[in-house]
Structures are given as structure tokens and as C-alpha cells.
């Protein structure tokens, strides 16, 4: 059992592109309902641990154009809790953030950093995980992540490779954290039967992901520390917004897991999704005899494996299949699901011809 | 040179059903613009043939729905000009209404009737080709019809045979008119050299075609001679209304071609399209470089051969092909090319689930 406080970092600073139309830069995918529940993914994820630690322990990183949102769909969340990434400096200054927050409150502390966005059906298994996770990081040492056993693959994330004997109790050794592979390397990955997905879920005593931090990106330390000095102090604000944009742009993976010692993954299964793209969607989503995925007032004839989802109008559909059809209120998405990934595209255009009210 | 006045009526009493969901009930094909020209196809009809006769001459006939449509599209259209059908019964009582109308103002006259929301794309062609039938049809008792010399084996056109050597002027006799025939017809007939498409476009004394419906339907005969006494009276619409309900719904070509001698053809080729699917927008519009025609706001990322017609929003395509889309105010269709004649099938499942308002 734990001793040390169970505090939780959800990262919900994401700009999910990949589900335009529906995700806005005013109203991202963490903050949409995307599964068959009406709940948004960050309610789910946040209804996910209540059973695992108290809200007060919980904070999300985000940008402070999405505080509004957070408190609305979050509303028990403390205030404090909501920390605001003056601009987004991918995940390990957002980590090294919350660490110097959680640090200030309880000295030190467990921490587990999940994403805000990410789907698990089996959520008491989850929940069973993330304390093993914790009861492990808090004997020693260890950086502890989540690994997810594929079950294909999957180009989309990134793997861990592991040495395939009992470590500690249920964990792995971490061999070394590999990214996104082409089709070719990861069908060589599944079949080695030696690599997980890399589910972006790490449990850590915040003193040990600061010394890490500390080790390899010590350019953030001094900056981290101001930080730490001022929260609950009316420079807080200003402190941030001088120090955090000088942060390096770079990843939790990149800076810390592809060098550190001691890192430990728990080999998971919990019906975990990372509800990537809206091809997600006929994963996650009840799908009807024809592999539709249909909302809202849709026709369909002769149509099979299509994702279709209506907003205020009657869509539609004759004859087609393997396409996304999303209607908003001021755009309409038409996309061949094998292309999803290029739906930024479109938002490149748009950017490119100033359309900024779609993006 | 002829001597009797050359009438026209022009038949828009169809509901469009193909061009959903842009043509409704409300606002049928005809009433539509669907070229690259911001007039109507009922503009543009009009159009073609005032420099043929005067406006005075060319009559509409249509449903009483659609009156106040076409005196806004055509302003100068006399108002008795305008023979609304208390209940659309096909072409025959259709043509029969028109002809009583033009025999009780003049007598005899040369009649043509055309389709409201065919495309021509020569009109001077169009309107020569439209005179020879007249100086032909006046120096004899003869049905003149206009056939297109045909370019593919056209499966949605009925075809006239004709006897391939010259019997009057420009004209041949005609052997028979056939219905739509199947693919496999549809190529021996072209092939044969002894086919044209039928473009429902007609020119007769009026003296003619009603001794001819005299003859192949009589049971009109008393009817419309107590429209024709009607006219001009203050009974007109009650005498139509308890009349016209109770002709026979049946096509001019059922009714009178198919049976009917003396019917000559010119063989014409003035660009001629009925425009009887969403698919002709491709052929009739301007096409990009990969073979697209879109309209309003629309960003297309690799996308081939597709028909899309934005209305008030953005529509972003990816990685599509080969398809419709046509997005209105309250319903948005998207439809495979090669399954644009089943739209019917969408609202018929309007109509059994009595969603009117989309009809």
C-alpha cells in the first residue's frame, strides 16, 4: 500500500486536428464526446480515477484558453489544479510543471501523467494497474509506464521494448522506447513478441522525475525552480509567462525515457484506445450490421463501413462506403478512411488562406 | 416559310425527383440552375426560343404549385399563358390541354412542344432545326419529332427507329418508337446506325395532334371539349378541375407515337442534354483538371472525379472519388456517382417516414 499521496497529471493541452471538423482550436477533442457514452473524454478520463484518488489530487495542464471549458465539464476540480501552459512546449515541460506543483503541495508525492484524451474499457483493471504502477515507483527508484500488448501492427504509436522476464513483480524491464515504426517494422515488432505500445501513461515519485529532469534537461532547472518559488504567490502569472516559453519544445520520450535507468513498464491490458484519428470512431462506437457508425438524422442506402456523423441537417447517404462524413455547423467533412491522417491538410489550407474561424 | 403562327408549350410539371436534394416539391429541377449560366433551365428554355416566336405564343403548363415560380423566372409570360393541371397525368392530357388552349385563340397553328429543363448547347442549330419541323409539319398532316443522332448507348432515353433514307427535306420516316432498353439493346441499337434518342420534343399542326388523340384516346375527346368551351369563361377552373382529374395518366409516345402514322424525324445534333441526373452536372459543367466540378466553399485535398455543391458551409474533401455531394439548408446528399438514379430510393423512405419537409 502507498504511502505517499496518489496525485495524477492529465495532459489536456492537445489541439486534436485529426478530428476536425468537430475539434476546434476553441473547443479540442479532450473535450468532446467521441464514445458511445455522452461524457467527454476528459470527463471519462476523470471519472476513470475517481475511484483511484481523491479530485483534490488531480490536476490537468492545459492551455488558459481552455480553463473555461475544464471548470464546466470538471466543475469539482480546485482551481489551483488547472495549470496553464502559457503555450504549448510539448510533454516534458508540461511533466516538469505539474512535478514542481505537486512538489510545493505534498513534497514529494506519487504521479501518474495520463493523457485526456485516450479511451480504456476495462476501467477497474486500469484502476489496478495504475497501483501497481504506484506501489512499485514507490519502493525504489523506478520510472514505471504502461505498456499495452498489440494486437496489431499499429504504425501510429510508439513501442517499448522490454526484456521478456519477471523484473519486479508483474513489471518488465525496459530495454529501450522506440518511435512510431513503419508497417514493416512493426509487424517485426508484434511478431517479436518482445514490444508493447507505448500507452504515454507514466507513474514516478515526483522526486525522481525531477532528478531526472533535472539530469537531462538541466537548462529547465533554474527555471522550474522560480516557478516552484512563486506558486500561490501573486507572481505566479508573471513568472510563467517569462519563464515556461523559454522551455524546450520536447517530448517526455524524447528527453527523459530514451536515456534514463530504471525504467520499469507493466505489461497492460485494459482495452485501452488512443482514439487517434476518427477511424477510432468504428472501433469505439457501437457499429451496425452493414460496420456503420451513424449519428444524428442519417439515411443510409447501401451503404456499409461508413462513419457518419449528422449535426443540425438530414445527411444523406447513397451508395458509398470507407468514407467519414462529419457535418458541424459551419463545415463538412467528406474523408476516405484510409486518408484520415491527412485531414491536417485541410487544416494546412486553411491556415494558408487565413480561414481562421474553420481551424 | 410559315403561314399559321408557331406556338410553343413547354411542359414543367415534373417534380425533379433525380436533382435532390436541390430540386424539392416546392422547387422543382426545371426552376433550378444546374449549368455553369446563373439562369434557370426554364430560363434558359425560354430564352432559346424567343428569337423562334414571340412570347405571346409559348405556353407553360405545370402544376398550380408552381405559378407564382414561373412568373417570377419569366416576368413577360402572358398569364393565360400559364395552363396549371389540377393533377399531373403524363404527357398525353398534358399536350391535349395545350393544343385546346392554342385552337381556341388561333384556330390552327403550328405546335411545339419541349421539355422545360432539357440543355441545348447550339441554340441556332436548335431553333433551325426547330423551323424545318414547322415548314414540314405545316405542308402536311405529318408528326414531326426531333431525334438525336446518338454518342453512347444511352440506357435512360427511349430511341426512335427510323428508315435511314431521306423522305422529305432533312427528315426521315419514322419505323417505331422503343422504350428505354437495356444496356445490350441500347448498343446493338446504336451500332445499327438506325437509332436516334427520342428528345421528347415535338412539332404538329394542332389540327393534328388532337384529331390524332381523337383517335387513340377518345374517351378525352368530350372532356376537352368542354374545356376548350370553358376557356376564357369564369366556369374554366371548376370545368378543369372536374374534368381533367378523371383523363387517362398516360404518355404522349404510349399514347399516340407508338401508334400513330405520318411521324417523320430530323435528325439533330445541337448539344442536346435532358439533364436527367446529377451525373450530367459533369457533363454539362465546367470540369477542373481532375475531372471534378465544385461549387461554393469547398477545399479538396486528391480528390477525383466528384461532383460537389456547397451551400452556406465549408466542405472539405479528402481522398474521395467519384462522388455527389450536394449540401442545402436543411439536407445533404452524398451519393456514388455510379448510384445517382437511386436517390428515389432516399425519398421514398422520406415519404414512409412522412418526413414531408425534406420532399
Known sequence: MSTLTKTVLIMAGGHGERFWPSSRLAMPKQFLALTDDSRTMIQLTVDRIRPFTEIENVYVATSSAYRELLQQQIPDLPAENILCEPVGRNTAPCIALGAVHIRKKYGDALMTVLPSDHLVQYPNIFRDVLQEACDLAESDDSIMTIGITPDEPETGYGYIKFIPRRAKRNAYAVERFVEKPDLETARRYVSSREYLWNSGMFTWKVSVILKNLEKYLPRMTEGLRSIENSIGTPDYERVLRDTFPRFPSISIDYAVMEKAKNIYTLAANFGWDDVGSWLAVSRIRQTDER???????????????????????????VGVEDLVVVDTEDALLICNKDRAGEIKRVLQVLKERNMTSYL
Open 291 to 317: 460496420g456503420n457508425v451513424h449519428a444524428g438524422n442519417v439515411i443510409a442506402i447501401d451503404t456499409r463501413d461508413t462513419i457518419i456523423q449528422a449535426g443540425g441537417k438530414l445527411i444523406a447517404a
